[in-house]
């Protein structure tokens, strides 16, 4: 006769169930762990994306507006460096009739010049309503910013940089400039530096 089987072998040992539990617990959550991250930093990553997106949508948009700006305040910018030249032609011609000979202290001469001087007031005044400024020049002290030297005019009266003659007229239009005013600046009278020096050295000498 066949030994009856113990019925507590095919029974599993409670902590042998409670190991292989626990493993795939830590498994299962080991894994949704692991997934949690994968999807922060994926959410990381398109959060950093879309931040980055709308800053450059930003910049364009104020790039966008600059430009804009620029276009309404300074879209007649050559035209009106091209219109400079009617004035610079007005003071030639103006110029031209000064000089001639022919006409000198004639009535023709004198209502021509009144006629030239009205059409040039008038362009200056057009071009204020347009915000283009002529740059003040005689007697002020020379500014790269808006004068360009051309010659230097001895002059004891006056402080050695300080502008005296202009040469051709320098605009703005706006904060920008449209060209610089041609001018001859004052220097020292050369004799004159001799002389200071001369007497200098004799002083020293006795």
């Not at 493993?23 to 994926?42: A, F, I, M, S, Y």
């Not at 990381?44 to 700006?69: C, G, H, P, Y």
């Not at 703005?172 to 020292?188: A, H």
């Amino acid at each position: 006769m066949e030994k009856e089987q113990n019925p507590k072998k095919n029974i599993p040992d409670d902590k042998e169930n409670n190991s292989n539990l626990s493993d795939v617990t830590d498994e299962v959550l080991e894994k949704e762990n692991n997934d949690e991250k994968d999807h922060q930093e994926k959410l990381s990553e398109l959060e950093d994306k879309i931040a980055r997106t709308f800053a450059e949508m930003e910049n364009q948009r104020r790039r966008f507006e600059k430009e804009k700006v620029e276009a309404f305040e300074y879209g007649g910018f050559v035209f009106a460096k091209e219109a400079l030249s009617l004035i610079d032609n007005f003071e030639r011609s103006k110029q031209i009739l000064k000089d001639d000979e022919t006409l000198k202290n004639s009535e023709a001469l004198k209502k021509t010049l009144e006629h030239f001087d009205i059409i040039y007031k008038d362009l200056i005044s057009i071009f204020k309503k347009n915000n283009i400024e002529p740059i003040e020049s005689i007697n002020k002290k020379l500014d790269p910013n808006f004068h360009q030297a051309m010659i230097e005019i001895e002059d004891e009266n006056k402080e050695p940089g300080t502008i005296v003659q202009e040469i051709q007229k320098g605009f703005i239009i706006k904060d920008r400039l449209l060209r610089p005013s041609l001018v001859g600046v004052s220097k020292k009278p050369e004799n004159k530096d001799k002389e200071n020096k001369e007497n200098k050295e004799n002083l020293e000498n006795k």
